[in-house]
């Protein structure tokens, strides 16, 4: 019996010896997994803090044709731009020719990219809005809603003011429609006083263009409450002895890509 009670005692020893290596190894993997947990939330807050920061505003620039092929010349360390909305139409025909290498290469070098259709008042909404929508296809999620430019340029005289609101209102309901997104709207403070004057304007999100070294841009009277989301501050930004538009978003990259994914 005496050797009975060792032999109990020694499988005893044994079975609490191999449950405390077991314990210690699910402990090790458990803090290892812990580690692992840590090291990817760290990650994830120093991008976070990498994007928002202090930052209080972020900036971009706007090109057409005449800058030419410019986006491939662009470096973002240098110019520390995040984003560049270039021109895709114009009224029912016309789109610009450095359109499908600006929208693929402004994507492709890592900017978030946006795309606006120069509005013309004295042509067809529908028509122009199909312009539109043909060439911007390809716009994701990602990209910054679509936007119609509404300036001076796009006004013909003969045309009541009544009718250009109605027509205008018009593109952006079946732009909206169609993307399933808000479209944004570029203008300047007279153009906006006179023509986008009723609420039904001020829905949408303002690019406004006010040139002025004041660090908030002046604003048509409806959004004088909703505020601006893209400021066109000047048209003199120098980037490869070329000469852009250089515009501000109000906010932070998070912001912005906040504002992109709620429009």
Same mark, same amino acid.
């Given at each position: 019996?005496?050797? +009975? ?144 430019? +509404? ?11 009544? !009718? ?6 018009? +593109? ?62 000047? !048209? ?28």
């Amino acid at each position: 019996m005496k050797q +009975f009670y060792i032999i109990v005692a020694l499988i005893g020893l044994l079975s609490s010896s191999c449950q405390s290596n077991t314990s210690k190894k699910e402990t090790k993997k458990a803090t290892e997994k812990d580690k692992n947990t840590e090291v990817s939330k760290s990650e994830d807050d120093s991008i976070n803090n990498k994007e928002s920061g202090a930052v209080k505003h972020i900036y971009g620039i706007d090109i057409s044709q005449y800058q030419g092929d410019e986006v491939d010349l662009m470096s973002r360390k240098k110019d520390s731009l995040k984003f560049i909305i270039c021109k895709a139409t114009e009224g029912i025909t016309y789109t610009d020719p450095n359109f499908d290498n600006n929208w693929k290469m402004i994507s492709e070098n890592g900017y978030i990219r946006g795309a606006y259709h120069f509005y013309r008042s004295n042509d067809d909404a529908q028509s122009q809005a199909d312009n539109y929508l043909n060439a911007i296809a390809s716009i994701k999620k990602t990209d910054i809603p679509p936007i119609v430019d +509404f300036e001076e340029g796009s006004i013909v005289d003969s045309q009541s003011t009544a !009718d250009i609101q109605t027509n205008l209102l018009k +593109f952006l309901n079946i732009i909206e429609k169609q993307t399933n997104r808000t479209p944004m709207i570029y203008t300047d403070i007279n153009t906006g006083n006179k023509y986008l004057d009723s609420s039904d304007f001020s829905n949408y999100p303002l690019w406004i263009a006010n040139y002025t070294d004041a660090k908030q841009p002046d604003l048509p009277n409806a959004w004088k409450d909703k505020g601006w989301y893209f400021w066109q501050q000047s !048209d003199d930004y120098n980037i490869n002895s070329t000469i852009n538009d250089f515009d501000i978003f109000n906010g932070n990259l998070i912001d912005l890509k906040a504002f992109i994914k709620t429009h």
